[in-house]
């Protein structure tokens, strides 16, 4: 089946640098989102992305939704230890809420050095 | 009060058991769903539900069964417990038309 390509698949950092993580697909979506999992909890969705070229602000976090419609960006700005967790990529290739699913990525695991 | 709750949080039982994981939802959503994650392995969908008489398999539906016993309930079972399905569990919901899911805080379960 489909699947979202995602990395890094980790990342060791120090507190107050700042991350990029990237997702990319074979195909195009129409809606891209990103998740954070705490240890020990659901994923908790951070941003949406539902245009091509959209760059949405949430806090220090930064998503853009690629022109291509192929992939996804997320940039966090200076760290601090409570980023640590998994973030997710998801993507949808139909419309909201079709038969095509959110797809999910591996994860990216940051871990922060104070 | 969270939104979407898992019931149990952690579960151990053994190979051949028949095991149940709920969850339950008061978002009003219609959508929800059952997911699986495995280390390395992000989230895989087992399956979903878009209303009280739909039923639909995910990706990894073998050896799992479901019951949308509510609009606010939806079951997850494991027939026959086997080793492989040692994971955590995860439900989620989501509003029609939409593709935002509201997820639960999962279940780890373990099959000796």
């Known amino acids: 089946g489909q699947q979202l390509n995602q990395s890094p698949q980790s990342m060791f950092i120090q507190e107050g640098e700042d991350v990029s993580m990237n997702c990319t697909s074979s195909s195009i979506f129409n809606t891209w989102l990103w998740y954070k999992q705490d240890p020990g909890e659901g994923p908790v969705l951070l941003i949406a992305l539902y245009k091509a070229g959209e760059l949405t602000s949430n806090g220090r976090l930064t998503a853009q939704f690629g022109t291509t419609r192929k992939d996804s960006f997320l940039n966090i700005s200076a760290s601090i230890p409570s980023d640590v967790g998994i973030y997710f990529c998801?993507?949808?290739?139909?419309?909201?809420?079709?038969?095509?699913?959110?797809?999910f990525g591996k994860g990216t695991k940051l871990s922060v050095k104070p | 009060d969270a939104d979407v709750t898992q019931t149990p949080r952690n579960r151990i039982t053994k190979t051949g058991k028949r095991i149940m994981l709920e969850c339950s939802q008061t978002k009003g959503h219609d959508r929800m769903y059952w997911y699986r994650q495995d280390p390395g392995l992000g989230l895989r969908l087992i399956y979903y539900s878009f209303d009280v008489k739909d039923i639909n398999k995910g990706e990894i539906s073998d050896g799992y069964s479901v019951s949308r016993q509510a609009q606010a309930k939806f079951s997850l079972s494991l027939e026959s417990a086997i080793p492989n399905q040692t994971a955590l569990y995860f439900c989620?919901?989501?509003?029609?038309?939409?593709?935002?899911?509201?997820f639960g805080p999962g279940t780890r379960l373990t099959v000796l």
């Open positions: 989620a919901t989501s509003a029609p038309y939409t593709d935002t899911q509201y």
């Open positions: 998801a993507g949808q290739e139909g419309l909201g809420g079709s038969q095509g699913n959110l797809i």
